[in-house]
Structures are given as structure tokens and as C-alpha cells.
């Protein structure tokens, strides 16, 4: 199992970014997937998940009607689109499916 992130970087707040997770080794649109994000010195926690279909998302309320969660099945990637970012937005985010992570992505929102 490979899960590789990628679309961080630093955006004003306000901002927005998409973040990107390429899977490979295990059958994507058997597993639901989720996004975590671990801001300094801060538990890892989690941010958003979706069914293997793609049919029913749940977010924490921290980022409810800010963050969009989704997944194209036929490129087996999974996407994190963040709208309305805020400085405490500011973590290093991965993707999990299955019990494996990615290597995470930096998002830092600061002016």
C-alpha cells in the first residue's frame, strides 16, 4: 500500500488549496478513506472521510462547510478541497485508508 500526498503549501487566510492523495497497491474503491491533519505539538486528528463509493462524506466541525472531501475511483486519488482557510488550519496533512499513511503534506496559513 502507497499513499502519497501532495497540493500543500502556504496560502493567506482566506485562501484555498487542494490537496491530493495518490493511492496504489490495495483496490481503492473498496475502502473508505479519510483525511487527518496534525498541527505542532498537537495529536493527530481527524479531518474528513469517504465511503469506497463516494456516496456519504463526514467532516469534523472544525472545518464543516469550509473543507470538501472527494475521490475519483477511476484515477484512485482522493482530494481534500479547502476553501476559507484559517491560521488554525495550519498542519501537516495525511491521508488513511485501510490503516496506512501517507507521508503527509504541509499547509500553512498565515499572512
Known amino acids: 500500500v502507497q499513499l502519497v500526498e501532495s497540493g500543500g503549501g502556504l496560502v493567506q487566510p482566506g485562501g484555498s488549496l487542494r490537496l491530493s492523495c495518490l493511492a496504489s497497491?490495495?483496490?481503492?474503491?473498496?475502502?473508505?478513506m479519510s483525511w487527518f491533519r496534525q498541527a505542532p505539538g498537537k495529536g493527530r486528528e481527524s479531518v474528513a472521510a469517504?465511503?469506497?463509493?463516494?456516496?456519504?462524506?463526514s467532516y469534523a466541525d472544525s472545518v464543516k462547510g469550509r473543507f470538501t472531501i472527494s475521490r475519483d475511483n477511476a484515477k484512485n486519488t482522493l482530494y481534500l478541497q479547502m476553501n476559507s482557510l484559517k491560521p488554525e488550519d495550519t498542519a501537516v496533512y495525511y491521508c488513511?485508508?485501510?490503516?496506512?499513511w501517507g507521508q503527509g503534506t504541509q499547509v500553512t496559513v498565515s499572512s
Open positions: 488513511n485508508a485501510a490503516g496506512n
Open positions: 469517504v465511503t469506497g463509493a463516494g456516496d456519504s462524506t
Open positions: 497497491g490495495f483496490r481503492f474503491s473498496n475502502y473508505g
